[in-house]
Each structure stands twice: as C-alpha cells, then as structure tokens.
C-alpha cells in the first residue's frame, strides 16, 4: 500500500447557524487521482477551503495531516508552500493580462521591487508546454478559450510546485473534447507522481480517472470508494451514495401526449458575431418545432446553440440578422427587443443564471415576477399581495426549497436558483421556451426534478427547446434532436433512431476540412 | 395559570434560540444607523453644559430648514446609487443654476409660479440631458456628471455675473424660505378664540405637559397635523398586517407592532416639539411629500423594481424583457427635476442665491445614501434608510456647531462617520460567508 499523503480527521466547520461539515474524514494516498462528489451544498468546496487554509486554522475542529506532520495552515500561501494548490471553480484570470503575468500574480519572479520579465515569460512557457499549450505566454488571456484558460490555470498551479493538486469542477465550463483533454492531461500528470483531487458533478469523468472516489453528503463521509476493480464503478452506484437511494430511472418518463402543429419555424436564419461581423455565429439554420414536442439541441461549445436562441430570443444576441423566424406558420418581423419576444410568446432561459438570469440581491419574489410584471400591477403600481402569491403558488409546484420566498436568490443552492429561474420564465407564460443547458452544475436530484418540469411543460402543450452539451440529456428527454457544429445544423434525427456514437459521428463527419 | 407557566420556559427557550440563530445579529445589522442615531443624539443632548440644548425646539426646526436639501437631492442620489453606484456630481451646480435663474427672474418681477414651474423644468431638462449622455451614449455617469458639475457652475457665474441676486417675493419665502412667516397658520387657534383661555399658565396639566415657556403658544394645528399623520401611519401599518395574515406570509408581526409604535410615537413627539415653536414649517411639506412619493415608486411600482433589477444584475435585467437604457434615462431625469426642486428651497431659505451655493451639496447626498445602507455597487438600498442616514448627519453637524467643535474639525468628523459606517456595512456583509 502506498504511502498515504494527506489525511483529513474528523473535520468539523460550523457557519453561524449551520453545520457545513461534521466530522468528516479523508485519506489521499500519494499518486492517486481522488474524486470527491456530493451534491450541491454537501460541503465538498467547504472542505477543500479547510484544506487550503482559506478558512484558517482555529476556525475548524479536527486535524489536517500532510505528509506526516500536522499543518496549521492561517493563508492560502501557507498551504501552497507546502504544495497543496487549488483550482477553483470559476476562472480566477486577469483577462487583459498575458498568460504570463497571470501565471505569476501574486507570485512574482524577480526580486521584490523589480520583475524578472525574461525569467517569468520563459518559466511560463515551459510549464505550458508540460499542459501542452502550444501559445506564447505573452498573449492576452482574453485571446484564448475558456478550455485553453483553463490549462493556463494548471500550467500556473504547476508553477507554484504543486504536489497536491486539488481541481473543483475543472470541466464545467468544457465541452467534451476539451474535458477529455483535460481528463487525460490528469491521467499523465498521475504517471508523473502527481497526487490530485478532483471535485466534480460529471459521473463518467469520476469513472474514468479516479482511483478512488469519496461520496460526501449533508457534511459527513458516506463512503470511500476504490475505483481498482476489473468493472469501472457504475454510475448508479455513485448516484446511490449521493442521494441516499437509488434513482433507478435518470430521465422521467413522459405522458404519452400528441404533438400538434408546427409552433415556430426558422428558415435560413443567420446571425453575425457582434465584435467581428464578419463572422457567422449561426448559418443558414432551419429548424422547427410542435406544440408539446420537446426538441434538443445537441452541440460542442462553441457550435452557435446559444447564439441561435438568443437571436431568437428579440435578436438580443449578434448583429445582421437574416433569414425568417414563423410563429403558427405565419412570417413574423421581430424588432431588435427583448420584451418583443416575450410579447410573441417566447422564453429565453439562460445558460448562465447568475450572470445573466437572476438578480442575486433581491428576493425569489422580486426575480419571479421581473419578466411579467404587468400581470401582477394596474396603472404599473405592483400588487404586492398578488406577487407573493404567485411566487408562493410557483415555490410549491416547483418545490423549491426555501423557508420563504422573501429569501434572497443569492443564498440558494444552484438547483434552486435554477428552479427560481424557471419559475420567471414560467410566469412570463410563453409558449416556446427555450431551455439553454438548464441543468449545468446541479445535482442529481434537482436534475431529476428540472426534467420532471420540462415533461410537464411539454404535456401541457408548450414547445420546449433544450439545449445541452450533455449527450445522455439530450437522448433521454427529448422527442428530436438537431445536432449543431460549427454554427450550422449538421443533422437531425428522432430520439428512437439516436444513440451516443450516431450523433458523436454526425458531429466528426461535418468537421470542415475533415 | 398553568398555561402561563409551560409559556415561560419555552420563551425562554424561543429567546436562546433566536439569539443563536443570528437573528439577534441580523436584527442589530438591520437596525444599527437607527441606533446610531439614538446613541449619537444622547450624547449631544447629555453633553455637559449643553444639556438638553440640541432637542431644544426651535433647534429641531432648524435641523429640518437647514437639511431640507440634503432629504431632496439624496432621494434623487439613491435611484441613481440604486441602479449600479452611479452618482450625480453636478447636482451641486444644477441647484445654485436653477435658483440663479429663478432670482434673476424673481428679482426682474415674475410671476413665482412661473418661476417655479420655469426652474423646476430646468432640473429636468438637464436631467434629461445629461441622462441622454448616460443612457444613450454610454457615457460613465461619473464624468457626464462631473463635466456637468463645471459647465452649470460657470453658467450660474454667467447669470449671475458673479454676483449675489437678492429676492424679496413675499409667496415665493413663505412656500419655500425660512422665514417667520414660513409656517403653516395655526388656523385653528385663530377659528376658535376660546382656545386661548384654555393655553394659559395657568392650566396646570397643559403648563406641565407643555412647559411653561410654550404653553401660551402652542401651535394646536401642528399638533393635529401630526396626530392625524401617526393615526394615518397605523391604520396603513395594521392594514399591512392584516392582509400579512391573510395570506399567511410569515414576517415577525410584534416586531412589526413594535416599530409601528416607535415611529407613531416620534411622529408625535417631532410634531409636539414643532408646534412648541412656530409650527410646523412648509420646507417639512415638500420633504414630506418628496420621501413619501420616491418611497411609494421605489417599493410599490414597476420602475422602482426596474432600478433594483439594474443594480443587481442589468444582464438580466435586459434579457426579462426591460429597456434597461431607459432606466438610467429616468434615475438622471429625475434627480434633475429635484435638484430643481431643491434649488428653489435654497433660493427661498437663503432669500437669494450666491454663485457658490450648492457647493458640496452633491457629497452630502452621496453620504447620506451610503450612511443609509444603499449598497456602492447598487440594487441595495431604500429611502428609509437614507432618511436615517440624512438625520444622522444633520444631527451630527448640528451638535457639533452646539457643542462647539470648530467648523474644521467637523468636516473631519463627518469624514469618520462615513468611513465607519460603510465599513460596518462591509463586514457585516463578510460575516455572513
């Protein structure tokens, strides 16, 4: 048995009020790639805080034991002297800067009142070959994509001699070739004798890499699990930990409803990029959808699926638009407007809800009335009795879990934002709603409840356009799926006939140049 | 009595909880410029030497005449504040131009109402223009504000020729001025003669209740105004209550009772003190009207919830539908019209306008809005708070010209306080991580 690197014993974090971790334990042997997973507020990124120091020592009960000495650790620089770097979650770079600076702020090369440029810039680009960034570390950040950023931030934790690499939800924000890329950057740096942990919500991934895989719910270990065996550990198994029982069906079944006529209809839609208008965004697309059909979009980052909504959605995305958008078959001349669109029935539900879909600082009430504000006020005076009833009707068909909906949003879980956020758009009371990865960073369980929502959306005669770079997703709700690469809609097929490796090779065989 | 006695321990227990639950400290976080108030008032009033001096009446008349600017332009300030942190820089100018224009015309023998009306379009007018700047162009309301700051200063220069214009309109200094006249008659006094007979030094009970310094001249009318005002507040508070209950929203409702009768009772309490002077003034009229009208728009209609939204994420915002351009358009536009409407208070307490007036204006504004617990990066934030933060510092600057701290040394303190007070607001924010 390897030597065991990193021992957590009996963890315990309180916040005023509530107990994020209570007595957790977790032992990392050294090499290995560990995966922690939980659901959403089960108190994985709290633990890896602990870990790093960013909640210093005294303000946790318990011991941290590395590399047989137990660490105190009161600043993140304590514990990353010792190694232990970690990557967070959201992308902590300085967009205008280079890579270079970025890999070294905070850091710097030189001595303390003069950088050594020449030194930082040719440190920089050998640590990006080893992540295998082929870019100068002089170009802006801002220049490169979220994947490729997302190397950077290795390259800079290797910089910082890691020993103990720690990863939080580092492919959230990657599609699948990037992910697996990364994936595979983790397997060679195990080889190397790199120790690492990986946070994440993506199951395969946690089947794929990790030696062993630790389940964490309601703050305390559930259980160890070694990842050795002959069969990778199925993914029902880990759920089964997660949730603390057994979801036996990850896709709910729908009613058998008819589907109507065709709602909406795009013909030779295309859009242009609004910085470079040179580029198109979305190509020549034409696409339709029926009354109570639910219709996925499948497509790598970057294949245009949310520039085609948004543009869709009041033009609020691109410039130059062309072709023609029908609503019941009948050509519709949409102005460049937002409410335009929800005046014609139609619901954007963003991809980004803290960004661009809730309002963290006011209360579920406020943000599930924003969209429709007219139906709850005369003369635009708010009723505000009114208002709290719908937000009050909506928390309980969606069970949204709060004591009450005067909570603000910022202080929900992601599933419950996310709920929140359908909740707006429900009360906006749109026929077609098109639904921008509704399920990104939550948990099992709220993803079962969102996909219980859309089915009955659909049963109820809406329109529902999902659009998701999770295959298994888009496979299991939907009733037709466009596939979408490279801006254009490379295919189409019935959810009868599609199976992963058929719309994986639709996407391989529409490569240009390929 | 049974009852009673299975009551206790669990209000016992109800209390440990409450305390351990942080909402002992969400309830202190909440209220602490109210406290502040209260601690900072104490101790000007129990200062020694000066006992009593600053709750004085015709202080607290004062304290109102001289801050009736402030309570304007920063009712105008929060909607901006409330849409991202932007602010207004050139208020300050907006005023001194808007009464430099009014005096002139005043003094040339207009008509005050025209003049009104005249200077209360100015304001808008270049609300609306430098919102133009804002909304449209995409200007940063810092500097579309700050060059409005120089350009209407040298414009009031122009109008005024660098000199002070003097006013003497009768109407215009009893609506708007400081005067004695200023007040509202106490017309009830004057309907009913024998009122005087029963506010006499003799009547005892009124002479103890009173005090004999007063007694003789008590203001019954704006004593009514202010029973009637307190009795107003309740019904609507009860009414609010009510409908609560009704519709099973769970919000503390004897905290709720409690602060209904706290503000009923400073209602009264302010009104008592006033009419023991002169009455009550008419600049309380447009504050009075200005806060109930920007509180009603903030909390109960579509734009004031479309000035939150902005604030608190103008992305979304936009994608749910609102012309989130227009909203700063109207947040500009209008603390252009109340800086007209504060230029004319100033005309009208100053008798006049001086090409420096309203220097700094816009910095006090600013500071009662934050004091106030309007968050710097907007969506935060509400007119009651800044009423609070706008007494705090009329409070403070008045005890201290009482007390005697020199003039400036006060500039210094108003410094601290703004600085202490952001910062509690900072942390009790991090608390909460």
Known sequence: ?514 | MSQQTKASPDRRQQLSEFLKSGKASAFLQKYTMSIALVVVTIIFASWKGKEGLILLPSNLTGLIAENAYVFVLATGMLLCILTGGNIDLSVGSVVCFTAAVGCTMMAAGANMWVTVLVMLLIGLAIGVFQGFWIAKLRVPAFIATLSGMYAFRGFSNVVLNGYRVDISNDGFLMLFGNGKTSFIPDFIRSANPGLDSVFTKDNAFLTRLIGENFVTKFNVTCMCIGIIAALIFIALRVHKILTQKKLNISQSIPGQIVSMIIIAALVLWVSFKLACYRGFPMVLIWICLVLGIYAYITNKTAIGRHLYAVGGNEKATALSGVKTRNVYWFAYANIGLLAGLAGILTAGRAKGIDPVYGEGYEMDAIAACFIGGASAYGGIGKVSGMIIGAILMGVINKGMIIVGVDANYQKVVKGIVLLVAVMFDVLSKRQKR
């Not at chain 1, 924003?370 to 009114?386: E, G, Q, R």
């Not at chain 1, 603000?408 to 934002?417: A, D, E, P, R, T």
């Not at chain 1, 709220?446 to 219980?452: L, R, S």
């Open chain 1, 1 to 514: 048995m390897a030597k065991i690197l990193l021992e957590m014993k009996n963890i315990t974090k309180t916040f005023p009020g509530v107990k994020a971790l209570d007595n957790v334990n977790l032992q990392v042997e050294e090499g290995e790639i560990h995966a922690l997973v939980g659901e959403n507020g089960a108190g994985k990124s709290t633990l890896m805080n602990v870990l790093s120091g960013i909640y210093p020592y005294g303000t946790y009960e318990g011991d941290i034991i590395y590399n047989g000495q137990v660490c105190k650790f009161s600043t993140i620089k304590d514990s990353e002297k010792l190694g232990i770097v970690i990557i967070h979650q959201e992308l902590a770079l300085v967009p205008e800067m280079t890579i270079g600076e970025n890999m070294y702020l905070g850091n710097e090369c030189g001595h303390r009142f003069a950088i050594n440029w020449n030194k930082t810039y040719s440190e920089a680009d050998k640590y990006l070959k080893m992540v295998g960034l082929e870019e100068s570390s002089k170009i802006q950040v801002k220049t490169i994509g979220t994947g490729k950023q997302q190397l950077v931030e290795i390259a800079k934790a290797l910089a910082k001699q890691a020993k103990l690499l720690i990863l939080d939800e580092p492919t959230s924000s990657l599609n699948e070739e990037d992910s697996r890329a990364l994936l595979d950057l983790m397997l060679s740096f195990k080889k190397q004798g790199m120790t690492m942990i990986i946070i994440t919500h993506k199951l395969n991934e946690v089947s794929y890499v990790a030696d062993k895989i630790t389940v964490i719910r309601d703050g305390t270990t559930i259980e160890t699990i070694d990842n050795h065996g002959k069969e990778p550990v199925s993914e029902e198994r880990i759920i089964k930990g997660m949730v603390g029982r057994e979801i036996t069906n990850r896709f709910p079944k729908r009613e058998n409803v008819p589907i109507g006529d065709i709602r909406m209809e795009v013909n030779h839609w295309t859009v242009h990029h609004p910085l470079y208008p040179e580029r198109k965004v979305v190509d020549d697309v034409s696409m339709y959808v029926r009354k109570g059909e639910v219709v996925g979009i499948y497509g790598l980052m970057g294949a245009g699926r949310t520039e085609l909504a948004m543009s869709i959605f009041g033009q609020s995305y691109g410039v130059n638009f062309s072709g023609e958008l029908k609503l019941d078959g009948k050509p519709v001349k949409m102005r460049k407007s937002e409410a335009d669109a929800i005046r014609h029935r139609i619901a954007y539900v963003t991809e980004d809800r803290k960004g661009n879909g809730l309002v963290l600082s006011q209360s579920i009430k406020v943000n599930t009335s924003l969209a429709n504000l007219n139906a709850i006020s005369s003369h635009t005076v708010i009723d505000s009795d009114k208002e709290y009833a719908v937000a009050e009707d909506y928390r309980k068909k969606l069970s949204i879990k709060t004591p009450s909906v005067e909570q603000l949003v910022g202080n929900l879980s992601g599933g419950n934002q996310q709920k929140v956020l359908l909740a707006k758009w429900m009360f906006a009371e749109p026929d077609i709603l098109l639904l921008d990865e509704p399920t990104r960073g939550i948990d099992v369980g709220a993803k079962y409840e969102i996909y219980c929502i859309i089915n009955d959306l659909a049963a109820a005669g809406k329109c529902v356009v999902l659009i998701s770079s999770e295959l298994p997703e888009v496979l299991g709700m939907s009733d037709r799926i466009y596939i979408m690469n490279e801006a254009r809609i490379v295919g189409e097929m019935k959810a009868e006939d599609a199976t992963q490796e058929s719309i994986m090779q639709v996407i391989l065989r529409s490569g240009r140049g390929a």
